[in-house]
């Protein structure tokens, strides 16, 4: 095999290789979201259920799920501030 047969195999793999990574990352981050958004809905679910004694209800719906999700306990503390103080 000459040099330039292999450097044209060689560029062939590598953008096979880049083909098949590009589209999988796209797919996961999706994947990565939406459980993050169903954690969300679960936290939210759970605050609900120990909040109730003590008055506090957060609505479970797709934005609180995400902001709960996506910035975890911190999210929650927030949606829960929000909804005393705020929304009252």
């Given amino acids: 095999m000459n040099l330039v047969a292999a450097v044209i195999v060689i560029g062939i793999l ?6 098949v990574t590009t589209k999988v990352k796209p797919v996961r981050f999706v994947g ?12 939210l679910f759970f605050l609900n259920a120990f909040g109730s004694k003590f008055g506090l209800h957060v609505p479970i719906n797709i934005v609180t799920s995400s902001v709960a999700g ?19």
């Fill in 32 to 43: 990565n979201i939406a459980i993050k958004i169903v954690i969300g809905a679960l936290f």
């Fill in 14 to 19: 590598v953008f096979i290789l880049l083909g």
């Fill in 70 to 88: 996506i910035l975890g306990i911190p999210g929650l503390a927030a949606l829960a501030i929000i909804q005393t103080w705020i929304l009252v």
